[in-house]
C-alpha cells in the first residue's frame, strides 16, 4: 500500500488548518506566541506552510487554541485494497468493485433485485464469469436460456449474445471476473 500521497496531502492542509483555527478563535500570532512560547516568526512560517509542521510545535499551538490536535491533523485516507470500493447503482443493479487495479480480470460483486426484466441480450469484447452466492440467476447465452443457484459458476465469451438477471420473486448476489484478454478460467475439482 502506497500511503505516500496521503500522508503529504494532510501535512499541506496542516498549514491553512491552523490559520482557521486561530482566526476563529479571535487569537492573533502574537497572543499566541506570547501564551506557546514560539516565536512569532515561527508561527507565522507554521501557518504559511513555510515551516515544517511537528508535534512540538503543533501540541503547544492546540493546547492553547483550545481544540484537539486532529481538527488539525486528520489521519491519512490510506486505501486498503481488500476494502470493497464505493458501489455504483446501474438499472437497479448494485455493483461493488473487488478489485482496485485498473487491470485486469476486473472483480465485482453484483446485487440483482428482483423484477420483471425482459432479456436484453448484447455483446461485447471479453471473457465473464459469474458465480452465484445467494439466490437464482437466470442467464440467456445465445439461443441458451436456464437458471443457476447459489454455488454454481458459468463461463461464457462476451462475443456471444448474452444477458443475466434474477430469476423468481427474490434477488441474487452473483461474484463476476471480467476480463478483456479472453483468458479462459480453469476450474479444478477434486474427485469424489
Known amino acids: 500500500m502506497d500511503s505516500q500521497p496521503a500522508v503529504g496531502a494532510v501535512i499541506e492542509q496542516i498549514a491553512p488548518r491552523l490559520r482557521r483555527a486561530r482566526e476563529r478563535k479571535g487569537v492573533s500570532l502574537t497572543d499566541l506566541a506570547r501564551t506557546t512560547g514560539i516565536s512569532t516568526s515561527t508561527l507565522s512560517r507554521l501557518e504559511s506552510g513555510q515551516r515544517k509542521p511537528s508535534l512540538e510545535l503543533l501540541l503547544p499551538v492546540t493546547a492553547a487554541l483550545g481544540i484537539p490536535l486532529d481538527e488539525i491533523v486528520a489521519a491519512p485516507r490510506i486505501v486498503d485494497p481488500r476494502v470493497p470500493q464505493e458501489p455504483t447503482r446501474k438499472d437497479g443493479r448494485v455493483l461493488i468493485p473487488l478489485s ?57 465469451d462476451c462475443q456471444i449474445p448474452h ?4 430469476a423468481g ?13 479472453g483468458e479462459r478460467i480453469h476450474l479444478r475439482t477434486r474427485a469424489r
Open 163 to 166: 444477458w443475466f438477471g434474477a
Open 100 to 156: 482496485r487495479h485498473q487491470g485486469e480480470p476486473r472483480a465485482y460483486k453484483m446485487i440483482i433485485p428482483a423484477h420483471d426484466e425482459e432479456p436484453h441480450l448484447r455483446t461485447h469484447a471479453g471473457y465473464e464469469w459469474l458465480y452465484v452466492l445467494r439466490g437464482r440467476l437466470r442467464v440467456r447465452l445465445g439461443e441458451h436460456d436456464f437458471v443457476m443457484g447459489a454455488g454454481e459458476a458459468a463461463e461464457f
Open 169 to 181: 420473486r427474490g434477488g441474487v448476489e452473483v461474484l463476476s471476473l471480467f476480463g478483456r484478454q
